[in-house]
């Protein structure tokens, strides 16, 4: 989480900006999300860590004002949904944390200096903190401030306020229980994010470059998240049990490589999601960032 309002009231609304589109997503008390998503234009938008994200502002603003207003009835607070390209996720293991929040930010905030491509100085620092078996693990989300809003600016813009803002993959995360050993895989237009959770942890977390967007195949997606499988079960003895997917029209034609590799089973992961209803114009695949945003 890169940015949180004071309110304690949870938004009823979210929208995830991409490379390719917007989705907006509003929810109702009976878990009935209403979706709704408008294409952009090659170039609009060029998510990067360090770069100008937003390239035609316009564009961006008509966009994300239509999706918005099409869900949204009277609600102006939305948690922002931004694309994984533009966030940093790391997992740091300490002995031990300061008990007083800024004096635990400040060790966080030293470690990271180690492993970004930026003044930390510049840069937003959200972060987790439980126990795990080593002592703490921390779940570290960092993206430079100007990055942030320039999103942020937008939403304001179209009359919203972006009191929660979350990266897409740690987005669609929030509803996973992660007891059983999960390889969570989702793709879009420019990256391939994965993450495996047990025992209600997340135990890796890697972003890799992914020129084919969702038509990447079944064998090049397990080829790609290989390395990452082995690693855990190297590190962690484990097996991985079940694989959820997102970000593929059919993800069931990558199930069979994926199952060859790990012998676990694959399933969409917006369709396991514990929601009553997905209506709207957006195509049920591409809204685990904004479902798993609306329900963590």
């Known amino acids: 989480m890169l940015g949180k ?22 929810v109702s008390d009976s878990s009935v999300v209403d979706c709704a998503s408008y294409d952009l234009a090659p170039g609009v938008v060029a998510p990067d860590l360090t770069e100008t994200n937003v390239r035609d502002r316009n564009a961006l603003y008509r966009a994300l004002h239509d999706a918005l207003d099409s869900v949204s009835g009277r609600s102006t607070d939305v948690i922002a949904v931004l694309p994984d390209s533009t966030v940093r996720v790391v997992l740091l293991d300490f002995e031990s944390l300061p008990s007083k929040r800024d004096e635990a930010e400040a060790v966080v905030r030293f ?10 100085d510049k840069a937003k620092v959200s972060y987790h903190a439980e126990k795990a078996a080593s002592g703490v693990r921390v779940i570290a989300a960092v993206a430079l401030t100007s990055v942030v809003e320039e999103y942020e600016s937008l939403f304001r813009e179209a009359g919203y306020n972006p009191g929660v803002v979350l990266s897409s993959t740690l987005s669609a995360l929030g509803a996973m229980s992660g007891e059983r050993p999960t390889l969570v895989l989702k793709v879009d237009s420019r990256t391939t994010s994965i993450a495996i959770l ?7 977390f890697r972003a890799l470059e992914n020129p084919s967007g969702s038509a990447i195949t079944g064998e090049k997606l397990a080829e ?6 082995v690693f855990f079960q190297d590190t ?8 959820f997917v997102s970000g593929l029209p059919h993800a069931q034609e990558a199930a069979p490589a994926l199952k060859a590799q790990t012998g676990a089973e694959v399933q969409d992961l917006v369709s396991s999601l514990p929601v009553n209803k997905i209506s ?14 609306l329900i963590s």
């Open 5 to 26: 309002s004071q309110s304690s009231a949870k938004p009823k609304l979210a929208c995830e900006i991409s490379s390719d589109r917007v989705l907006a997503g509003r």
């Open 111 to 120: 470690r990271l200096k180690k492993s970004l491509p930026f003044d930390l």
């Open 198 to 204: 047990a025992q209600k942890q997340l135990l890796l």
């Open 224 to 229: 790609d998240v290989y390395p990452s499988v």
């Open 236 to 243: 962690y003895n484990l097996n991985i049990d079940q694989i």
């Open 280 to 293: 709207g114009s957006a195509p049920q695949w591409q809204m685990a960032g904004v479902v798993g945003a």
